[in-house]
Antibody, heavy 118, light 106 residues
Framework: QVQLVQSGAEVKKPGASVKVSCEASGYTFTGYFIHWVRQAPGQGLEWMGWVNPGRGGTYYAQSFEGRVTMTRDTSISTAYLELSSLKSDDTAVYYC???????????WGQGTPVTVSS | IQMTQSPSSLSASVGDRVTITCRASQDISIYLAWFQQKPGKAPKSLIYGASSLQSGVSSNFIGSGSGTDFTLTISSLQPEDFATYYCQQYNTLPLTFGQGTKVEIK
């Protein structure tokens, strides 16, 4: 069965970077894009961008441009989200989800809470 | 593209028919998805292509619409349906979500 399993909770100081992983199983990793979505406490969903595991291409939402890097390691079917220059309002749960290209997602990871606090 | 859901919240009883609307700020054809999220859980994909059910999703959920106006109908509200629902357009990058509609127990 399709599964996306994310890394555990993180606590970071302002200005630091965080790297979240998303390990895929149960399907051909290179056949689906991995999208990243975040949700601040008590807020709605915010789409961040995607990585194409097949070719490595990426698309980032403008609000994260310059601070975000999405990568993948096909040898271990894992996608990564790295966010730098963290601020307190980056405190959120970060989700990965798969989709056929830039289309509707179907399976989601369990989420990774990231807390940014001094 | 801005996505606007209404209402922001609603109260309903088990067995009620519930309708949530989602309006796009420009034409998105049928490239609209709906998600359900329960507290402390990841979103669950319900519908794609405005009206197609994801595998394993109850036929109690009905999506409709095209262009700029869309609806999600829960034909008979079940206890497990109390949650927050989000629409998302995937016609144009960046993808964007509505602000959510919380369905609460009356």
């Amino acid at each position: 069965q399709v599964q996306l399993v994310q890394s555990g909770a993180e606590v970071k100081k302002p200005g630091a970077s965080v790297k979240v992983s998303c390990e895929a199983s149960g399907y051909t990793f290179t056949g689906y894009f991995i999208h990243w979505v975040r949700q601040a406490p008590g807020q709605g969903l915010e789409w961040m961008g995607w990585v194409n595991p097949g070719r490595g291409g990426t698309y980032y939402a403008q609000s994260f441009e310059g601070r975000v890097t999405m990568t993948r390691d096909t040898s271990i079917s894992t996608a990564y989200l790295e966010l730098s220059s963290l601020k307190s309002d980056d405190t959120a749960v970060y989700y990965c989800a798969r989709a056929r290209g830039a289309r509707a997602t179907d399976y989601w990871g369990q989420g990774t809470p990231v807390t940014v606090s001094s | 593209i801005q996505m606007t859901q209404s209402p922001s919240s609603l109260s309903a009883s088990v067995g009620d028919r519930v309708t949530i609307t989602c309006r796009a700020s420009q034409d998105i054809s049928i490239y609209l998805a709906w998600f359900q999220q329960k507290p402390g859980k990841a979103p669950k994909s319900l519908i794609y292509g405005a009206s197609s059910l994801q595998s394993g999703v109850s036929s109690n959920f009905i999506g409709s619409g095209s262009g700029t106006d869309f609806t999600l109908t829960i034909s008979s509200l079940q206890p497990e349906d109390f949650a927050t629902y989000y629409c998302q357009q995937y016609n144009t990058l960046p993808l964007t979500f509505g602000q959510g509609t919380k369905v609460e127990i009356k």
